[in-house]
């Protein structure tokens, strides 16, 4: 076995045809290693070591492997000018996102600064920017609208009877449910990280999420016109400068006394001290919990990993959901809401040079300053200015529609899963949307293994490549082989569909040739039990023989033989000519009569009743040979199974293997597989299930497809492969 490599672009291999059991000795396969019991694996988990100490340390607070070796000199001004931006966004998207969780706006910059230092200890991420975000916080307030609704806090006034709103106890009672199904949220997340289902996220795809984001937004907008209906805000510059200039002219406008605006009010200053969540809302809202759970997950994940995959560095995804969850968990502690991360800033906050978590303990700092000492400031800011943060800051959400041209263009299966998440979102609630949205994203991956693509592989002249015959028009097919291949990994839901695929593209039809088999074998069977009988019950013989005599000693000798049977009489003419010497006449007669019984049917001029005969015998054989070759190309006489898509096989798939080997043995095809030894999982699987046996032993199993076609060829007496006249490129 070696290679010698010719001139640069081409290679030759030369090596033996390997088939399993040739492998395993050629590349050495190890023995799999045993799994040590379930008491051997809790003691070792439970031992302790001082690497295996720090190991656990540095992954659970990753802020202790990179906060040592933090050079100021390199990164102190831009962490500092990046949390300086990201502080400042903090505080306008804080307020305008409590609006969206329905709770007092205070409450958005308490959750713009515990969260945020939360995950500066325990994040992997160095660029994402932790808080308040659109879609989390509108899912909160549908929870804490359909829980707190107006009409429970709405009395008669005993004066006028006019209807009167307590605004003071239904926000109270809606923070209470905001930090309860956060501190819910938490614990999921942090339990999901604990056990490793970082992979979870993976079922929620781009389309998907983007197609959520979107809808989301939708609920967004309509849950902010009461805010800005009838209003036409001007044109601006940026959220904090609209701040300001809309709080001076609120304050001095009194607009809220003489209009009736509606204004933040009077944010109170300090911190509120921490306190256990309403344990008995978690019945209530935990679908709600698990909802924002999984999608805030989903946006951190997808936002950390593109900053890594950017800027060189790994994201844990099981220790950000820990992360994230012990900040909603230690956040729903001191009334805060949910966060994931934002992209507009964490945008902001790379671009301006962030390169650690350090910028997000700045930017934690800000909102603490605006907490304690500018809090009162904002109290005249009108809500409407608010609301209109909310959509500036969604206008990234909204150009998601140019996903429809995109993927009408790239993929319509992505396409469909986009619409059917949006419409899903809008018109059902945010957390039967997304329940909604992920069983049909799973059903389009169920349709596309149910429905792949099957194929009948021929070789590209003068390589060792077999490819689709539909594709290319170079691939051809081995003469007397058929190469069938799936496109996608056959299991329980479409093992029923490749079996007909096989026959299909085939042309052989297993089931007619099985039935006209049995036929023929019944009928032999029958006929053979007849001639018996009639051999045991022959009674008598009588021969005539007759002969002519020429000068150069050729004679024609007829021989008529009659049998008698209680059930059949036959009468056969058999003509034999023969040369001898003329003192043997007598003794060749005598011992060609018996041969002339025994090969009874080989007579063929004998006659118009010899002729007679003849024509049956091969009308019934040309019957018999049409039968044989019906349905199928009556020169295959092998089919490979190319199994290099298969990842896996259930007891579903090795039935129908065993059936497929069973089936068209009967018909004298052999069956081969070919390309899953790559796969270890599959052999072994087999392997498991008693797959191979001696009827099918692991030799029917070759490395690659042209392994098995040399094989089937090296059988039926040819010595290679085909040679076709290459085509020039």
């Not at 400031?377 to 990234?396: H, R, T, Y």
């Not at 093992?495 to 039935?515: F, W």
């Not at 392997?687 to 099918?696: C, G, H, K, T, V």
Request: with cysteine; net charge positive; proline share 4%.
């Amino acid at each position: 076995m070696g290679v010698e490599e010719q001139r640069a672009g081409k290679f030759y291999v030369e090596r033996d045809v390997l088939d399993e059991l040739c492998l395993d000795q050629v590349a050495r396969r190890r023995t799999p290693s045993t799994t040590p019991p379930l008491k051997e694996r809790v003691k070792d988990s439970l031992r302790c070591s001082m690497p295996k100490l720090k190991r656990s340390v540095l992954s659970t607070l990753p802020v202790l492997s990179w906060l040592p070796r933090y050079s100021v000199r390199d990164n102190g001004l831009g962490d500092l000018i990046s949390g300086i931006s990201v502080g400042i966004m903090h505080l306008p998207q804080g307020m305008a996102y409590a609006l969206l969780a329905s709770v007092p706006p205070v409450f958005g910059l308490y959750t713009s600064f515990y969260p945020v230092l939360v995950y500066c200890i325990l994040g992997t991420s160095r660029h994402i920017s932790i808080g308040t975000f659109a879609v989390i916080s509108i899912m909160i307030g549908s929870v804490t609208e359909r829980l707190a609704p107006d009409s429970d806090f709405t009395f008669l006034n005993g004066t006028n009877g006019t209807a009167v709103l307590d605004v003071t106890a239904r926000d109270a009672y809606r923070v209470q449910i905001a930090a309860s199904t956060t501190v819910l949220s938490g614990l999921f997340q942090v339990l999901l990280g604990m056990v490793r289902f970082g992979f979870v996220v993976t079922y929620l795809s781009e389309p998907l999420v983007r197609g959520y984001t979107t809808g989301a937004a939708t609920h967004v907008v309509i849950s902010q016109l009461k805010y800005i209906f009838g209003i036409h805000p001007a044109r601006f510059s940026g959220p904090l400068s609209q701040i300001v200039a809309a709080t001076l002219i609120s304050y001095y406008g009194n607009l809220n006394s003489q209009y009736d605006v509606a204004v933040v009010g009077e944010i109170p200053r300090g911190l509120k001290s921490p306190c256990l969540p309403d344990v008995s809302l978690w019945g209530t809202v935990v679908g709600d919990a698990f909802a924002v759970a999984i999608v805030g997950y989903a946006i951190n994940i997808s936002l950390g990993k593109t900053f890594g995959l950017k800027h060189g560095y790994k994201v844990d995804s099981n220790q950000e959901l820990v992360a994230l969850g012990l900040s909603n968990t230690v956040g729903g502690f001191f009334q805060c809401y949910s966060v994931t991360s934002s992209m507009s800033r964490s945008l902001i906050q790379e671009s301006t040079g962030g390169r650690t978590q350090v910028a997000g303990v700045v930017s934690s700092v800000i909102v603490l300053i605006t907490v304690l000492q500018l809090g009162t400031l904002f109290g005249e800011l009108p809500k409407a200015v608010l609301s209109c943060i909310v959509f500036v800051n969604l206008k990234g959400m909204f150009k998601q529609y140019l996903d429809i041209p995109a993927l009408w263009k790239s993929n319509t299966v992505d396409l469909l899963v986009w619409l059917v998440t949006l419409v899903c979102t809008i018109l059902l609630n945010l957390d039967l949307g997304l329940a909604a949205s992920i069983a049909f994203s799973l059903l389009t991956v169920i349709f596309r293994t149910q429905l792949p693509r099957y194929s009948i592989l021929g070789q590209v002249p003068g390589t060792e490549l077999y490819l689709d015959t539909d594709t290319y028009e170079e691939a051809k097919e081995i003469p007397g082989i058929t190469i069938f291949r799936s496109s996608t990994t056959v299991y329980y839901t479409n093992a029923e569909l490749y079996l007909d695929a096989l026959q299909k593209k085939s042309g052989i039809d297993v089931g007619k040739l099985l039935t006209r088999k049995k036929k023929r074998d019944a009928k032999k069977k029958r006929k053979d039990k007849k001639e018996k009988k009639a051999k045991k019950e022959a009674k008598k013989q009588v021969l005539h023989i007759t002969y002519t005599y020429s000068p150069i000693h050729t004679h024609h000798i007829y021989i008529q033989s009659y049998t008698h049977t209680s059930h059949i009489h036959t009468v056969l003419y058999t003509h034999i000519t023969y040369t001898y010497k003329q003192s043997n006449i007598r003794s060749l007669c005598q011992s060609k009569v018996n041969w002339a019984y025994e090969q009874q049917w080989t007579g063929l001029d004998l006659g118009s009743e010899t002729g007679s005969h003849g024509d049956d015998a091969i009308t019934q054989t040309s019957s018999t040979v049409g039968e044989e070759t019906r349905g199928r190309s009556s020169d295959t006489h092998t089919i490979i199974l190319d199994l290099s898509t298969a990842s896996f096989v259930d007891t579903v798939t090795v039935m129908m293997l065993n059936n497929i080997f069973r089936d068209y043995r009967e018909i004298d095809i052999d069956i081969y597989l070919a390309g899953c030894q790559g796969e270890f999982c599959v052999v072994e699987q087999l392997s498991r299930a008693s797959f191979f046996s001696e009827s099918i032993p692991k030799s029917r199993l070759f490395t690659t497809v042209h392994d098995a076609v040399l094989h089937s060829l090296r059988l039926q007496g040819a010595s290679d492969v085909p040679i076709y006249e290459c085509v020039p490129c």
